[in-house]
């Protein structure tokens, strides 16, 4: 009972959707950012090279992406170690876990607005301590590093949970067995974790790895719920030449700039943690 | 059988690892105090916004703040009536519905002729699945701004969907394949032989078995759609969701309005992750492969 | 009137051939067994014969009707599957109604048939339960059931015993066995389990690498072996084989022994099974290797000719490793096969 059409027509709407709205205005981003009425140019990509805010864009977001995907790396491992050891209540602390998972970055972003806040909760528990006696302006523009640091605070306690998700996924299709065999040669904890989990972790690692590092790139929301506009990032950077200063083709030549690196980092890791042949679960 | 356990938690950056720590009472209590500093790590920032949302609007703004909500609605009121929430918040319904809806509808088939059929070309849409992963979709809406305005779908509900659609496409695609792949095809060929047509049996028979997982796959697509704020930022004006509202508005709205604002954006992604929380994990996992 | 004709029927997945050229006819509420080794098409012939796979050539005729073109629906089968296919989203009495609710039958009418069904197969009790409520063997039957109450013109059974632990495999067998035979229907039944096929069938058609390679009554097959592979698959323990050389018109030598044989033929083997050997003078010189009391018969192995033979002796009989044994066997029970084709001669 083969029809043998009937894949071709069920995969049909969905290739035709993305085709349509994914491919076609992906490769438009590249030609919006080089071409003009005067036909191909790089006016664009000199415009926002030459800003004053380009340079600091593009250091603040990798410096950012930097800090923030080794930091949630070493947390999730151990969110995820926990989890896996975990017998009773292991349900509801893994619900937890991943409570951020629903969280937009806005939310986040808000969320440690709260807390950093010149009236915020961070400096009622310093004054409630006799640490200060007055209100610190954390989010002020002269103190860019703490703005940087609230950030790193909001994405680290955000998105975490979705590299934790990934990893405990990763780490269930681990049999049991090869860490006991580990136990019995007479390795140690760590030695176990290191040697044995972690390297067979690596295609989740990767997923994992790639998925956040291009959502760091991304960062756009938190930093302006935070910053305001004191901490330029290249997302927030294309949001204003494209809404504000009304300029399609800086915006997408910033967009150039953000696929630029996203790809290169992709690449770096499909590298970086290649599973020889043979050598999966 | 233990682990390393316990790594130092609550956003420290300093994360060098513990030794070993043995099943001894002193392990166990270091394990489950890292548990319980994790898990107050995760939800305190959450009861936080809370406190301020349930505030009135002169406490939000006072110092020092009191940790515990005074469960006064000002706020929330305030909120509430601000000219364009109203609006805002049907709008971000409105779009993540759509996305829900375009994405199975698209995503679903799709998903089915994976699991089923070996076909030339399931390589190549494979990888156009897996491309859309790699690709910072919000950025397609700069282009897409474009054929919007030429198409009329500028400003709407419809052509915002459109973007978060692709955004949830791979979800859906990726979770009805994993979804149908674990009914068994003897089932339904059982059903074929007895008397069912194909359309049939794939009715009575795999849709009952899947449906739970279709329907918290629908909320995972909403919640995708609710949340996003790039696209809706830049391709809304008149008919803005509820992050893009925020978002336009955080230079000058005051800072009650903006946790109001956060309540609202997160307790319905709370409500709907608790609703969905047992295919969380076998959703992402997938998902992400 | 149910009788299935095969003509011609080939089947290719890609480059793999899996049949060649199928040609098998079942009479009406005959029973017959597809056997042979995994890989060897019989699953794949049954579901073309159900309508789940379409030939890449030849035809399917059920009933004097050509099905190959028609979908499962519309031949009048009903199957059991290896893995039961119990719709775990519906009751016992659910599944078992399924395909008479497809019919639109009449209420009643399905209630009936259920119940009738469910009391053959001794399941009554559970006609309320969930399939994950049911143990494997529990869910066989409620399969057998659901194929039954369709009263088909034709039920298609594959492996439906396999996946059962050995007792209750052997219990089935002689449930299954008595079920079919009174519902009088036409039943092609796939195995890789000789003993079921031997068990079960009216006649086994024997297959190997896409082919059929012999059709006969279970004890014809047994007999008379059309092929070396007929002869070496059927029989616990297997058949015993060593080459001949020609020694004269008729004449062959077997390991020093010289005995009367078909007078054509180049290079021929000599086959005879275990139980067929009996010790007495004029036989195989044999020394024993291996002996296995087995309770009833006692099981030797000795080397003859180079080869390790198997013989099924009394169990009465003393011997031990490294004894010499005269190894006679029946002079009707022998069996020859080209060495060439494997055909028997």
Redesign the interface.
């Known amino acids: ?3 043998k059409a ?3 027509l ?2 049909l ?3 035709l ?3 349509v ?3 076609y ?2 490769l ?2 590249g ?2 950012a080089v071409s003009g009425p005067e036909g191909l140019t790089l006016r664009h990509l000199q415009t926002m090279a030459g800003h004053w805010k380009f340079g600091p864009a593009l250091r603040w977001t990798l410096l950012l992406a930097a ?1 923030v995907v080794p ?1 949630q790396l ?2 999730a ?3 995820a ?2 989890v ?3 017998k009773a209540g292991r ?1 509801t ?15 986040a972003g ?6 950093f ?5 961070l ?2 528990v310093l ?2 301590l006799g640490v200060i006696e007055r ?1 610190v302006l954390f989010l002020g523009y002269q103190n860019v590093w703490v703005i940087f640091l609230a950030v790193v ?1 909001a994405e ?2 955000r998105a975490t949970a ?1 590299v934790m ?2 990893l ?3 780490m ?1 299709l681990i049999p ?1 067995e090869y ?2 065999a580990g ?1 019995v040669f007479g390795a ?3 030695q ?2 290191t040697r044995i ?1 972690l390297p067979l972790l690596r295609p ?1 690692l990767q ?2 790895l ?2 956040r590092t ?1 959502n760091a ?2 960062v ?2 938190v930093v ?2 935070l910053g ?1 506009t004191t901490l330029p990032v290249l ?1 927030g950077e ?2 204003q030449w ?2 504000m200063l009304r300029d ?1 083709n800086v ?2 030549a910033y ?1 150039l700039v ?2 630029g690196i ?2 290169a980092s ?1 690449l770096f890791y499909l590298r970086a943690l290649r599973v020889p042949r043979g050598a999966t679960l | ?9 609550a ?1 420290a ?1 300093n ?1 060098a ?1 513990r ?3 043995g099943s001894g009472p002193a392990g166990r209590f270091l ?1 489950g105090a ?2 319980v500093l ?2 107050v ?3 305190v ?2 009861y ?2 809370l ?2 949302a349930l505030s009135s609007p002169q406490e ?8 515990v909500p005074s469960f006064d609605f000002g706020s929330i009121r305030f909120f509430a009536s601000f000219a364009g929430v109203a609006q805002a918040l049907w709008n971000s319904i409105a779009v993540a519905a759509l996305t829900m809806v375009m994405s199975l ?3 679903a ?2 998903g ?3 699991s ?2 070996e ?1 030339p ?2 390589e190549w ?1 494979r990888m ?2 897996v491309m ?9 809406a ?6 919007f305005i030429r198409t009329g779908l500028d400003d709407t509900a419809l052509g915002l969907a ?2 978060h ?2 955004l949830a ?1 791979p979800f859906a ?1 990726l979770i009805t394949f994993s979804l149908f792949s674990g009914v068994p095809l003897e089932l339904e060929e059982a059903a ?1 032989t007895l008397g069912c047509t ?1 359309w049939q049996a794939f009715r009575k028979v795999v849709l009952p078995l899947v449906l739970p997982g279709i329907a918290a796959s629908a909320v995972f697509a909403f ?1 995708v759609s ?5 696209a809706a ?2 391709l809304t004006v008149q008919n803005r969701t509820l ?1 893009a509202f ?2 336009q508005s ?2 000058v709205s005051p ?1 009650h309005l ?2 109001a ?2 309540a609202a ?2 307790v319905p ?2 409500v ?3 609703a969905v ?1 047992r295919y ?2 076998a959703m ?3 998902a ?2 | 009137m149910a009788e299935i004709v095969i003509k011609g029927v080939a089947k290719s997945f890609g480059a793999f051939q899996a049949l060649h050229s199928i040609d098998l006819a079942v009479a009406d509420r005959e029973f017959m067994v597809l056997l042979g080794p995994s890989g060897c098409g019989k699953t794949t012939l049954l579901r073309i014969v159900a ?2 796979e ?1 030939p890449s050539a030849g035809e399917v005729w059920i009933g004097g009707r050509r099905v190959d073109r028609l ?2 629906r519309e031949r009048g089968i009903a199957m059991v599957f290896q893995n039961y296919a119990v719709f775990p989203h519906l009751t016992v009495f659910e599944n078992i109604a399924f395909g008479l609710r497809m019919q639109r039958l009449p209420r009643e009418t399905i209630r009936e048939r259920v119940r009738r069904t469910a009391a053959l197969m001794h399941i009554e009790q559970l006609l309320d339960r969930y399939s994950g409520q049911l143990s494997g063997g529990q869910r066989q039957r409620v399969a057998v059931a659901r194929a039954l109450a369709m009263e088909p013109d034709v039920i298609l059974m594959d492996e439906p015993l396999s996946n059962l632990d050995a007792l209750l495999r052997l219990e089935m067998r002689a449930e299954l066995k008595g079920v079919l035979e009174a519902s009088e229907t036409t039943t092609v039944y796939v195995t890789h389990d000789q003993v079921e096929a031997m068990s079960l069938a009216d006649r086994i058609a024997v297959m190997n690498e896409g082919r059929i390679v012999q059709v006969s009554t279970p004890v014809d097959i047994y007999r008379n072996p059309a092929a070396r592979f007929v002869g070496s698959f059927i029989g616990n323990p297997p058949m015993n084989f060593i080459t001949a050389s020609r020694a004269g018109p008729g004449e062959w030598d077997v390991a020093g022994l010289r005995l009367t044989g078909p007078e054509a033929g180049e290079r021929l083997e000599f086959a005879v099974r275990p139980e067929d050997l009996e010790v007495g003078p004029g036989g195989f010189q044999a020394a024993v290797r291996v002996v296995e009391p087995l309770g009833p018969h006692t099981l030797v192995t000795a080397e003859v000719g180079g080869r390790l033979f198997r013989a099924v002796l009394d169990s009465d009989l003393a011997v031990g490793p490294g004894d010499e044994l005269s190894l006679l066997p029946k002079a009707d029970r022998v069996r020859w096969f080209d060495a060439e084709t494997g055909e028997a001669v």
């Open positions: 009972m083969r029809a009937l894949p071709y069920l995969v709407p969905a290739t959707f993305l085709l709205f994914f491919v205005p992906a438009q981003i030609v919006l800090v930091v070493a947390l491992l151990g969110m170690s926990i896996d050891r975990l349900d602390v893994l619900y937890v876990f991943a409570i951020p998972l629903g969280l937009s970055d806005l939310a808000i969320i440690w607005l709260a807390i806040e010149q009236s915020g909760f400096n009622s004054l409630h209100p605070l680290v306690w979705i998700v990934i405990v996924s990763g269930g049991k860490d006991e136990q140690s904890a760590w176990r974790f989990t989740s997923s994992a790639i998925l291009l790139f991304e756009f929301a302006i719920a305001g997302m294309t949001y494209q809404f399609r915006a997408a967009a953000i696929l996203s790809v992709t | 059988m233990r682990r390393s356990g316990a790594r130092r938690a956003g950056r994360d690892p030794a070993v720590v394990f890292s548990v994790l898990c790590w995760v939800l920032p959450i936080l916004l406190v301020n939000v703004t006072g110092f020092p703040k009191r940790f509808g698209l995503g088939p799709a089915y002729a994976l089923r059929f076909f070309g399931k849409f156009i699945v859309t992963r790699a690709f910072p979709l919000p950025l397609l700069l282009p897409l701004a474009i054929f459109v973007v659609t692709v496409i695609t074929w194909r919640i609710w949340n996003e704020v790039f930022a830049v992050p925020l978002v955080l230079n800072l903006k946790f604002g956060g954006l997160v992604a709370l709907f992750i608790f929380r969380l994990f992402w996992g997938i992400s492969r | 309508g789940l379409t979908p499962p």
